[in-house]
């Protein structure tokens, strides 16, 4: 059976137990790894005690990410670790946990490669909390309904460049799909100026890369200093996927 299949969910019992256990291992040993079982057992421990210290939300995070990313296939977000992690962060399809979040984010920046599909549900997950304007991504906050403030421009940055992989690869097309969302259901308001320009660079890294041109790794073509090239064009494709 698939190490990231559902299973039944740790009463509160079990999960504190599975708390307490994990932290005496790492304090006899700082790298030391978790169980799927454990992995589930601080989430459902976290969802218990939403009003959680942050010591204990950087606990959590980093334990599950270094779960999610030690598992095999090594270093690679596949197919079936992104299921179990977008179950997890919105098991009713909005994320739920902000700490399930960050341990999303975590695992993006620890791994070597993340499936696109898992960078996209991140970027939407977001664009719901900025529709909506409250929410756990959004935490006690004030923050207008239909609006992208600094954090989410922060946090949307944060996602892009993690989601490149240690290799840096170009904006996928699920990404770009995903911040046209973002942009088409903000785009009546003012919204942070850092967003205009990230979400311009995101979507010529996509084009331009999809035209088969050689890009820098995204991290810098993402950045604001980051001059891009007059000379490079899209394709004919990708030209009309923009007009569409």
């Given amino acids: 059976m698939s190490a990231f299949a559902g299973a039944l969910q740790p009463s509160l019992a079990e999960a504190v137990a599975a708390a307490e256990l994990i932290r005496e291992r790492q304090q006899r040993e700082q790298d030391c790894e978790i169980s799927r079982a454990e992995a589930e057992a601080l989430l459902t421990l976290d969802r218990m005690q939403p009003d959680s210290t942050p010591v204990w939300r950087d606990f959590v995070a980093s334990a599950i990410a270094g779960h999610i990313v030690s598992a095999e296939p090594a270093g690679i977000l596949n197919d079936e670790k992104s299921d179990w992690l977008m179950?997890?962060?919105?098991?009713?399809g909005r994320a739920e946990s902000g700490v399930a979040f960050e341990?999303?984010?975590?695992a993006f920046e620890r791994a070597r490669e993340i499936a696109p599909q898992l960078s996209a549900f991140a970027i939407r997950q977001l664009c719901a909390a900025c529709i909506s304007g409250e929410g756990a991504l959004i935490g006690e906050r004030v923050h207008f309904s239909r609006?992208?403030?600094?954090?989410?421009?922060a946090m949307l940055h944060r996602?892009?460049?993690a989601a490149g992989g240690a290799e840096g690869r170009p904006v996928s097309r699920e990404e770009a799909e995903a911040l046209f969302d973002l942009?088409?259901?903000?785009a009546r308001s003012q919204n942070d100026t850092a967003f205009n320009d990230l979400f311009y660079r995101a979507i010529a890294n996509y084009v331009l890369a999809a035209s088969g041109h050689a890009l820098e790794p995204r991290k810098e073509a993402l950045s604001a200093e980051y001059v891009l090239s007059a000379r490079l064009r899209p394709s004919a494709e990708q030209v009309s996927w923009l007009s569409e």
């Fill in 87 to 92: 179950r997890r962060v919105a098991p009713a």
């Fill in 103 to 106: 341990t999303m984010l975590r």
């Fill in 147 to 153: 609006t992208v403030d600094a954090e989410d421009t």
């Fill in 159 to 161: 996602i892009l460049v």
């Fill in 183 to 186: 942009h088409d259901a903000t």
